[in-house]
C-alpha cells in the first residue's frame, strides 16, 4: 500500500513569506502528526490532527498553524518566516491517536530553507 | 523534555547483536514503550512497541523489565544497514515526544 506522502520534498523561501505543506496519510489512517526536526532540537512535536480535529500541540509560536481535511490529509502552514524555521518537516500517520498499537509511520519530509 | 533516557551513542561489530537500553522510570500503567529508528535523511521508521510482555517481530526484539522502568531494544545480527539514531519513545501529556536517541554505529 502507498505510504505517507509528503509534498514538496524540497522548499526555499524567504523570510517574511509563508508556506504551505502538505500530507496525505496511509489509506485508513485518521490520525496525522506533525513534526520538526533540526540538528539543534531534534524531532520537536508540534500538532496532531485526527478526524479534522486538533487534539494535541507542541510548544511552537501561532505562525505554525494545520488543518485537516475530510479524506484525512493534512496541511500545515507557516506565517512570516524566519531563518530559525529552516528545518525537515515531517509528518505521519497512524490508525488512531499517539500512534496506537501499530505506531507512526512517517513520510520522507519536506526540506524548508529559509533564506 | 522526553521521558525516556538513552545513551547517546553505541557501537555494535557486524554480526553482532545489538543491545540498546533505554530508562523510562516515570513510565506510568498504560503507557506502551515504543522504539523507532531514523536513517540519515529519511523519517523515522516504526521498529517494535510493548506495554510489559516481552516481544519479538522480524526487525527486533524488546525486553522490558519487571518494573517496567527501563527496556532494551535487541536487533539479533547487525548489518551496516542498521547504521541509525534508534529513538525510545513513551507518551507524554498526550503527545509523543521524541528524545536525542541512541547513534548506533555498525562497525565491519
Same mark, same amino acid.
Given at each position: 500500500?502507498?505510504?505517507?506522502? #509528503?509534498?514538496?520534498?524540497?522548499? *526555499?523561501?524567504? &523570510?517574511? =513569506?509563508?508556506?504551505? /505543506?502538505?500530507? @496525505?496519510?496511509?489509506? +485508513?489512517? &485518521?490520525?496525522? @502528526?506533525?513534526?520538526? #526536526?533540526?540538528?539543534?532540537?531534534?524531532?520537536?512535536?508540534?500538532?496532531?490532527? $485526527? @478526524?479534522?480535529?486538533? &487534539?494535541?500541540?507542541?510548544?511552537?509560536?501561532?505562525?505554525?498553524?494545520?488543518?485537516?481535511?475530510?479524506?484525512?490529509?493534512?496541511?500545515?502552514?507557516?506565517?512570516?518566516?524566519?531563518?530559525?524555521?529552516?528545518?525537515?518537516?515531517?509528518?505521519?500517520?497512524?490508525?488512531?491517536? $499517539?500512534?496506537?498499537?501499530?505506531?507512526?509511520?512517517?513520510?520522507?519530509?519536506?526540506?524548508?530553507?529559509?533564506? | 523534555?522526553?521521558?525516556?533516557? #538513552?545513551?547517546?551513542?553505541?557501537? %555494535?561489530?557486524?554480526?553482532?547483536?545489538?543491545?540498546?537500553? %533505554?530508562?523510562?522510570?516515570?513510565?506510568? +500503567?498504560?503507557?506502551?514503550?515504543?522504539?523507532?529508528?531514523?536513517?540519515?535523511? =529519511?523519517?523515522? =521508521?516504526?521498529? *517494535?512497541?510493548?506495554?510489559?510482555?516481552?516481544?519479538?517481530?522480524?526487525?527486533?526484539?524488546?525486553?522490558?523489565?519487571?518494573? &517496567?522502568?527501563?527496556?532494551?531494544? *535487541?536487533?539479533?545480527?547487525?548489518? /551496516?544497514?542498521?547504521?541509525?539514531?534508534?529513538?525510545?519513545?513513551?507518551?507524554?501529556?498526550?503527545?509523543?515526544?521524541?528524545?536525542?536517541?541512541?547513534?548506533?554505529?555498525?562497525?565491519?
Amino acid at each position: 500500500k502507498a505510504g505517507v506522502t #509528503q509534498t514538496p520534498r524540497y522548499l *526555499i523561501k524567504t &523570510r517574511g =513569506q509563508q508556506v504551505t /505543506l502538505s500530507c @496525505s496519510p496511509i489509506s +485508513g489512517h &485518521r490520525s496525522v @502528526s506533525w513534526y520538526q #526536526q533540526t540538528p539543534g532540537q531534534g524531532l520537536q512535536f508540534l500538532f496532531e490532527y $485526527f @478526524s479534522e480535529t486538533q &487534539r494535541n500541540k507542541g510548544n511552537f509560536p501561532g505562525r505554525f498553524s494545520g488543518r485537516q481535511f475530510s479524506n484525512s490529509r493534512s496541511e500545515m502552514n507557516v506565517s512570516t518566516l524566519e531563518l530559525g524555521d529552516s528545518a525537515l518537516y515531517l509528518c505521519a500517520s497512524s490508525v488512531v491517536t $499517539f500512534g496506537g498499537p501499530g505506531g507512526y509511520t512517517f513520510g520522507s519530509g519536506t526540506r524548508l530553507t529559509v533564506v | 523534555d522526553a521521558k525516556t533516557t #538513552q545513551p547517546p551513542s553505541m557501537d %555494535c561489530a557486524e554480526g553482532r547483536a545489538a543491545n540498546l537500553p %533505554c530508562n523510562h522510570s516515570t513510565i506510568s +500503567g498504560n503507557e506502551y514503550v515504543y522504539w523507532y529508528r531514523q536513517i540519515h535523511s =529519511q523519517g523515522p =521508521q516504526y521498529i *517494535i512497541h510493548g506495554l510489559k510482555n516481552n516481544e519479538t517481530n522480524e526487525m527486533a526484539s524488546l525486553i522490558i523489565t519487571e518494573d &517496567r522502568k527501563s527496556s532494551t531494544l *535487541i536487533l539479533p545480527h547487525a548489518t /551496516l544497514r542498521d547504521t541509525a539514531v534508534y529513538y525510545c519513545i513513551v507518551r507524554l501529556d498526550d503527545k509523543i515526544i521524541f528524545g536525542k536517541g541512541t547513534r548506533l554505529h555498525i562497525l565491519p
